[in-house]
T-cell receptor, first 119, second 115 residues
């Protein structure tokens, strides 16, 4: 079963508007972390934001916020006031702990959402 | 200067050749990783190393080997390259002392084409 699901292959948004990129995940662990990365056309992976499963407040980093709904197992990325430079591929990723409590280290990635910002 | 560097950035090779991709980091992180990215599949973990003496296989290690020459250097080798190893390869690092969920920071990637 896929652990990270990004159901939107592509999204379009007008410049200066907000956009939500969806991410749902599947895990039986109680302790895990959720991450969002941006990949522009140049190819590098840029870390944007992360949320721990025990964090009570939604994470925010500048124009990025993570809408974390634990019961629904969703971790949507919200980008406010979109800019042309936000056009890129966006990946949601999850990191789980093993049942023994040792951090395994593996990030599991979704398939990504291509965001296009129109002027 | 970039914290995580990868060389080469682009490489074309022929089937059967042995090639090495190198990763260096100045972040002082103990943990390093190699991923590959194929179109439509996101990133998948090849190998990871939690310190110089600790190397572990990821989910797709067949056909690859790694060497952790120092805390700052982690190399990925394709012993005998095949066309389905054509992909974008990323090195990443993380710091377990960061606390919480340690973030992985990625290098710029190496585009590999195997003919």
């Amino acid at each position: 079963a896929q652990k990270i699901t990004q159901t939107q292959p592509g999204m379009f948004v007008q410049e200066k508007e907000a956009v939500t990129l969806d991410c749902t995940y599947d895990t039986s662990d109680q302790s895990y972390g959720l991450f969002w990365y941006k990949q522009p056309s140049s190819g590098e992976m840029i870390f944007l934001i992360y949320q721990g499963s025990y964090d009570e407040q939604n994470a925010t980093e500048g124009r990025y916020s993570l809408n974390f709904q634990k019961a629904r197992k969703s971790a949507n990325l919200v980008i406010s006031a979109s800019q042309l430079g936000d056009s890129a591929m966006y990946f949601c990723a999850m990191r789980e702990r093993t049942t023994g409590g040792t951090s395994y280290g593996k990030l599991t990635f979704g398939q990504g959402t291509i965001l296009t910002v129109h002027p | 200067d970039a914290d995580v560097t990868q060389t080469p950035r682009n490489r074309i090779t022929k089937t059967g050749k042995r090639i090495m991709l190198e990763c260096s980091q100045t972040k002082g992180h103990d943990r390093m990783y190699w991923y590959r990215q194929d179109p439509g599949l996101g990133l998948r973990l090849i190998y990871y190393s939690f310190d110089v003496k600790d190397i572990n296989k990821g989910e797709i290690s067949d056909g690859y080997s790694v060497s952790r020459q120092a805390q700052a250097k982690f190399s990925l080798s394709l012993e005998s390259a095949i066309p389905n190893q054509t992909a974008l390869y990323f090195c990443a690092t993380s710091d377990p002392g960061q606390g919480g969920w340690e973030t992985q920071y990625f290098g710029p990637g190496t585009r590999l084409l195997v003919l």
